[in-house]
């Protein structure tokens, strides 16, 4: 795990003194709403529905003990005592008021943590997969470069007002189990013919209103040239990305109107003349930052079979854990997703009981996914049954990691001020009845993911079922969407036809289920049998 | 930092190029000559002041830039950020004249601003000497190079460009 | 426009965040106390505003049902009361349950 040194922390905290001077300007009038609302954007705090919203950086999704300790703190001194994991792998707080913000901040530097640049036109935090460091196909550990990329965006003097929001996303295995495609950069640490590790460049994918998976524009980036060829691929964007429509600012809309060859054109050119100016660290830097990154102590030759007598733990386990490069030992993923719950919502009290599991069976490690859950990466897998005895108790056992009842929600109308429909209780309803009908286990991976409008945050275009809640006339409205991935074979999905009422779509979701169910073949998912036999079937289903 | 904040304070009445809210970090004199449009300075052989506006090529200059002695840049809201690249091109240039960000320009911008290369503001409104020294004097460190001298925290770490650290 | 029609002004609370409604005097969390500032409702949003009394005001067309204002779009019904889904965290976690149910 990265641990910061006195040039970061010092960092964290001059920017809690600022933005507590910047709360107070606002208390006091000397910053209007208009000239407010950016800075404090760019501390991750919204005015939402109910309240003010703030939002913390995960980076690249990992959280020590003591980190997860201190969120669930912060949710029961501040908060209404619980937090909602992101498709983002941040942690959000919907209750906050604007005069504790800034003891906020002061209790997350304290454990290394911010919410610098968690929105605004900025870069965004840093994403990356959920097993780094753990997973037995990666080529390396993709994190030391999010951690890079994080220094080097962090108060970045140059890309602090982009046209839009900026969001990248570092894996490092062929397995894409963070949504890279997807992102305004994505980058996949590879190896080349030769062994040595650089950066392929995939660069103006995204979702929202107009989806897009982004082009491979580069191949292969020297890891000594990663931060100045993406300091070019932002600097092409400040200076050409669309500022006349909101709409139209994101980077995929610039890489789409110009084309990817010429955009990488522009981004060669602009690199090579980067190449001169001193932009990139040092290479001892990564370095250093890779030491923190190193396996901890793994035991020898840990027992490798697991006691599958229980067959409820044997489902969970089968469900819920992840390979793991080291012998004896393997990736455990926590469900945010009860039955009828909220995903990705967690009370102070599970996230202290999760810290703590950590701490006992995890190496002091969790991580969060970008689907809403948690892991533990670095389990012993003779700790495994004890380890699911503990959240079994807690409730968080639910084994149905990947299925129907796994459901990315964003937070929707109940919560957040741009959302058209809720979220919530349409990934409520479904759980719910797949639970009861039992073809939970049936239906095998099947990613069903809602946003409750256009803006996509719950990659409604990346669901093998996705629905999308739109305002039809002051009534929820919501629309089925089919075949899309965000995995390696990313793929964007196709809207079905008219749109459903809330309990509508409960239903239609069960007869696109069924489809599958009478026409799969073998080892089929969901999204291989759309794939091969069309979207009539399912019209016909729905519609016919 | 080494470097003091000067306010400069000019006789021209109105709003003249520089009046007494404008914050300047340079010691030589102020230009006072108008700043004509990127076309205009091109096609004219003799202006030493030009404009950028956000939509401007900046790099139409770089041909010109020993006969420059000012660049303002346009900010005409304070989220059109293409002024900051356009100010860091120019300094990656070799451009050493003055540099004036100019229009929608607030105190909570003036670091990234510095950083990029500006050293002279004047503003639409009035900035409070007192807040931009607080805002340049907030960050002990910066992690990036940039157009300035500062020397980022990877260097620090590794005891690099030592020589180049201003405190 | 309806007799029942109504005009109210809503807003959040710039240090808690809390939503707040116009009572013609001051401000309130409770809808029930929203009165129907009419034609004065753009000019007394911009002064209250001014005065850092509210955060980012608007104007929000309502009905009177049952002696309480119902604004015709959902999303306000679901500022007046709080999120659906957590009826222990709304305005009224005793009666949550009956109003979630109005809402929609």
Redesign the interface.
């Given at each position: 795990m990265y641990l910061y040194d006195q040039y970061d922390q010092a960092m964290v905290d001059a920017r809690v003194a600022e933005f507590r001077d910047q709360c107070q300007r606002r208390i006091d009038g000397k910053l209007t709403e208009d000239q407010f609302k950016p800075l404090r954007l760019m501390n991750g705090l919204y005015l939402q529905l109910h309240a003010y919203m703030l939002r913390v950086a995960v980076p690249y999704g990992t959280l020590k003990s003591t980190q997860m300790h201190a969120l669930a703190d912060i949710a029961d001194k501040y908060d209404r005592g619980y937090g909602h994991f992101t498709t983002r792998q941040n942690i959000q707080y919907n209750w906050i008021k604007l005069e504790d913000a800034g003891d906020i901040l002061a209790d997350l530097a304290k454990v290394e943590m911010h919410a610098i640049q968690t929105s605004g036109n900025c870069i965004r935090n840093i994403s990356s997969d959920h097993f780094a460091g753990a997973a037995a196909d990666e080529v390396a550990d993709p994190r030391p470069y999010a951690e890079l990329l994080r220094q080097w965006s962090s108060f970045h003097p140059e890309f602090s007002y982009l046209p839009r929001k900026f969001k990248i996303c570092v894996i490092a295995s062929d397995r894409d189990r963070a949504a890279m495609k997807l992102h305004d950069i994505g980058i996949q640490i590879v190896r080349n013919d030769a062994g040595e590790l650089g950066a392929a460049f995939y660069v103006g994918g995204g979702m929202g209103r107009t989806p897009m998976i982004a082009p491979l524009i580069r191949d292969f980036v020297p890891l000594d040239q990663l931060i100045t060829y993406a300091e070019a691929c932002l600097r092409v964007y400040n200076r050409y990305g669309r500022r006349d429509n909101k709409y139209k600012a994101r980077i995929k809309i610039l890489v789409h109107e110009l084309g990817a060859a010429e955009y990488t054109r522009q981004v060669e050119e602009e690199f090579a003349h980067l190449l001169d100016q001193g932009v990139e660290p040092p290479f001892a830097e990564l370095k250093r930052i890779r030491t923190f990154f190193e396996d901890p102590a793994f035991a020898q030759s840990s027992a490798a079979e697991i006691d599958r007598s229980d067959p409820d733990f044997a489902l969970w386990v089968d469900r819920n854990t992840h390979p793991h490069k080291v012998e004896g030992y393997t990736s455990a993923v926590i469900s945010l997703k009860p039955v009828g719950g909220i995903p990705g919502d967690a009370s102070a009290e599970q996230m202290h009981l999760m810290a703590d599991l950590a701490k006992d069976y995890s190496f002091d490690e969790l991580r969060v996914m970008h689907t809403q859950n948690i892991v533990l990466p670095h389990v012993a897998k003779s700790d495994l049954h004890a380890l699911w005895t503990a959240l079994e108790d807690a409730g968080l056992g639910s084994p149905n990691l990947d299925t129907v009842e796994d459901i990315i929600a964003c937070p929707g109308l109940d919560y957040c001020s741009l959302a058209n429909a809720r979220s919530i209780p349409v990934a409520q309803k479904i759980s719910e009845r797949f639970a009861a009908t039992g073809k939970t286990a049936a239906l095998g991976e099947l990613k069903l993911k809602i946003s409750g409008c256009i803006n996509a945050c719950g990659h409604h275009h990346a669901g093998h079922i996705g629905i999308l809640g739109v305002d039809r006339k002051g009534v929820e409205n919501y629309q089925l969407l089919l075949g899309g991935s965000e995995a390696e074979d990313t793929a964007l999905a196709k809207i079905t036809g008219p749109g459903f009422s809330e309990d509508g779509i409960v239903d239609a979701v069960e007869k696109a289920a069924d489809v599958y169910l009478s026409a799969r073949e073998d080892g089929e998912r969901f999204l291989d049998t759309y794939r091969r036999i069309g979207m009539a079937p399912f019209k016909e289903a729905l519609y016919g | 930092m080494a470097e003091g904040l000067s306010s400069t304070q000019t006789p021209a009445e109105g709003r003249g190029p520089l009046d007494a809210t404008s914050l300047r970090f340079r010691d030589d004199d102020p230009v006072l000559d108008p700043a004509v449009t990127v076309d205009a300075f091109t096609a004219q052989g003799n202006a030493v002041a030009v404009r950028i506006e956000p939509g401007d090529d900046v790099r139409e200059l770089l041909p010109s830039l020993d006969r420059l002695a000012l660049v303002e840049i346009n900010f005409p809201t304070f989220g059109d950020g293409r002024g900051y690249s356009a100010a860091r091109i120019l300094r990656e240039a070799g451009y050493r004249g003055e540099l004036r960000a100019v229009g929608d320009v607030l105190v909570d911008q003036i670091a990234y601003l510095r950083r990029c290369g500006f050293d002279a503001f004047a503003p639409e409104a009035p900035l409070d000497p007192d807040d931009v020294a607080a805002a340049l004097d907030r960050f002990p460190h910066v992690y990036q190079p940039a157009a300035d001298e500062r020397n980022p925290i990877w260097n620090l770490r590794h005891g690099k460009g030592e020589e180049l650290r201003d405190e | 426009m309806s007799e029942n029609t109504m005009m109210l002004i809503t807003g959040?609370d710039?240090?808690?965040?809390?939503?707040i409604w116009w009572t013609g005097s001051d401000w309130s969390v409770h809808i029930e106390d929203a009165i129907d500032a009419g034609d004065a409702a753009e000019s007394i949003a911009a002064e209250q505003?001014a005065a850092?009394k509210v955060?980012?005001p608007y104007l929000v067309e309502s009905t009177m049902q049952d002696g309480v204002p119902r604004p015709?779009?959902?999303?306000d019904r679901?500022?007046a009361l709080?999120?659906?889904?957590?009826p222990d965290?709304t305005i009224k976690p005793d009666t949550a349950a009956n109003a979630i149910r109005e809402i929609?």
């Open positions: - | - | 959040n710039l240090l808690t965040g809390a939503v505003e850092r955060n980012v015709n779009h959902i999303k679901v500022r709080g999120p659906t889904v957590r965290l929609v």
